[in-house]
């Protein structure tokens, strides 16, 4: 992971992280007497830090190291590549966070936390995010209130936006959710609005904000963008996908299938097993997974265990042939050309990582 200094500078002089720290002695551009001696008396605490509008970087081109760095969303992910180039710029605003990300193909479930408000829609075209079983991300916003999740498939690296925020927005009219994230199809240009007004205040907060301006320019982006989605969800129009999108049913069979994925974490993962844990037939499950993740169950099991197999490597695992009997691979040969395949490297190469 790559730290980006200019995320948290001030002007004078910055700082930069190293160590997990913030230390000073990063020095951007030329600024006046006034404002490095401003700089040199001010606290170095996360309280300075908070007063100061330039959004945070993030950088990853290391699937192992890959976080996120957004607030009050739960992500687990599963990678479907090998390298990636991956970018997150938070803007913290008083109330909510503005957040913008450039992906990478992936498989990921999401959950927002209680009593917080969220709403997305994405940055560039390109070929659609299955996002709660559909496959359409253009002129779409998509809103989640507290502990509403959501799941997403992204086969190419895309860019998208989502602004967080830290209470419930009741007020404005804005659709109701529930179990899940909702979507909508928008106005073109309520899109296009959305997306030239967050690269506008990531422009505007990345430049020296005098000190008694912060507070003001903060709330007066938020104002910003709560106007934006306003029009956004005022020009939304009624369509067939949406309400297939936005159904339930099949959404909390896929949410039970993943809770009992989750819960048997370092067991081997038999369908038959899961299907009587959460009550369906394998058909269903088999359904379920089709629609949410636009591959078979099969498939989808494999390739959850090779990952946490991983994972399990990278931690220090005993041994690679413990690991992969723990989670179900019992022909070696096929496990290490599937592990392969699928990460690049043998899997003896990634547990002597951890060593």
């Known amino acids: 992971m790559f730290f980006d200094a200019r995320a948290i500078t001030w002007p004078g002089d910055g700082y930069r992280r190293k160590g ?13 007497a006034r404002w490095r001696h401003f700089s040199k008396k001010a606290s170095m605490n996360d309280n300075f830090l908070a007063t100061t509008l330039a959004p945070k970087i993030f950088r990853f081109d290391d699937v192992d190291q890959f976080r996120s760095s957004v607030r009050n969303l739960n992500v687990d992910f599963t990678p479907l590549v090998r390298k990636i180039s991956a970018e997150q710029t938070i803007l913290h605003l008083p109330g909510c966070d503005l957040n913008f990300t450039k992906s990478f193909p992936r498989i990921y479930d999401v959950q927002l936390r209680s009593n917080c408000t969220a709403v997305g829609f994405s940055m560039d075209d390109g070929v659609p995010i299955r996002f709660n079983g559909v496959e359409r991300d253009r ?21 998208f936006a989502s602004i967080i925020f830290t209470s419930d927005i009741g007020d404005r009219g804005w659709p109701q959710t529930g ?20 690269l506008h205040a990531l422009s505007v907060t990345s430049q020296p904000v005098e000190p008694f301006e912060v507070s003001t320019t903060a709330a007066a982006i938020k104002e910003s963008l709560l106007a934006a989605i306003d029009a956004a969800f005022a020009d939304v129009v009624p369509t067939t996908w949406a309400s297939r999108a936005n159904s339930t049913r099949k959404f909390k069979v896929f949410m039970d299938l993943q809770a009992a994925l989750a819960s048997r974490v370092g067991s081997p993962i038999y369908s038959g097993e899961l299907a009587r844990q959460i009550g369906v037939p394998v058909r269903t499950m088999h359904d379920a997974v089709q629609r949410y993740r636009g591959m078979s169950l099969h498939r989808y099991l494999r390739l959850w265990r090779l990952w946490h197999v991983r994972r399990a490597l990278l931690a220090g695992a005993e041994s690679v042939k413990a690991c992969a009997l723990a989670f179900g691979f019992w022909h070696m040969g096929d496990f290490s050309k599937s ?6 490297e043998t899997p003896s190469e990634t547990l002597a990582k951890s060593r």
């Open 179 to 198: 179990l899940n994230f909702k979507m909508f199809e928008t106005s073109v240009s309520a899109q296009h609005s959305l997306r030239s007004l967050v």
């Open 20 to 32: 997990g720290k913030l230390h000073t002695g990063f020095l951007v551009g030329t600024h006046s």
């Open 139 to 159: 002129s779409v916003i998509v809103i989640g209130r507290g502990g509403a999740a959501y799941n997403a498939v992204e086969k190419t690296p895309r860019q």
């Open 339 to 344: 592990y392969r395949l699928q990460f690049g």
